[in-house]
């Protein structure tokens, strides 16, 4: 079982940035590949970011390329997602997930963290 803890979420102004943080439990932690996604009131949840184990691949959506970047630190056992030129649309809680394979679908991800809130304002 590994345990995925988020940090970093708040309220920030639209233009701002933010840098949110997933720890894990595990010391096998460079053995998954780690996932970002995110959930807005009314909306399915969706997927924002993923990258590979030893961070060499990374794959964002559409709606935050450019704007956030998704790195990890395997000796720290933390994924981290940076989140600038944010804008209102991005409000959300934002949530880290593990999975042993590269991958958007939420349902390729085994281990899920209980998510932090990052609201912008306009």
């Known amino acids: 079982q590994v345990q995925l803890v988020e940090a970093g979420g708040g309220l920030v102004q639209a233009g701002g940035s933010l840098r949110l943080s997933c720890a894990a439990s595990?010391?096998?932690?460079?053995?998954?590949?780690m996932g970002w996604f995110r959930q807005a009131p009314g909306k399915e949840r969706e997927f924002v970011a993923a990258?590979?184990?030893?961070?060499?691949?990374?794959f964002y959506a559409d709606s935050v390329k450019g704007r956030f970047t998704v790195f990890r630190d395997n000796r720290r056992v933390t994924v981290y997602l940076q989140m600038d030129s944010l804008k209102p649309e991005d409000t959300a809680v934002y949530y880290c997930?593990?999975?042993?394979?590269?991958?958007?679908?939420?349902?390729?991800?085994?281990?899920w963290g209980r998510g932090t809130q990052v609201t912008v304002s306009s």
């Open positions: 990258i590979s184990r030893s961070g060499g691949d990374t």
């Open positions: 997930a593990a999975s042993t394979s590269l991958a958007v679908a939420e349902d390729m991800y085994v281990y």
């Open positions: 595990t010391q096998t932690f460079d053995s998954y590949d």
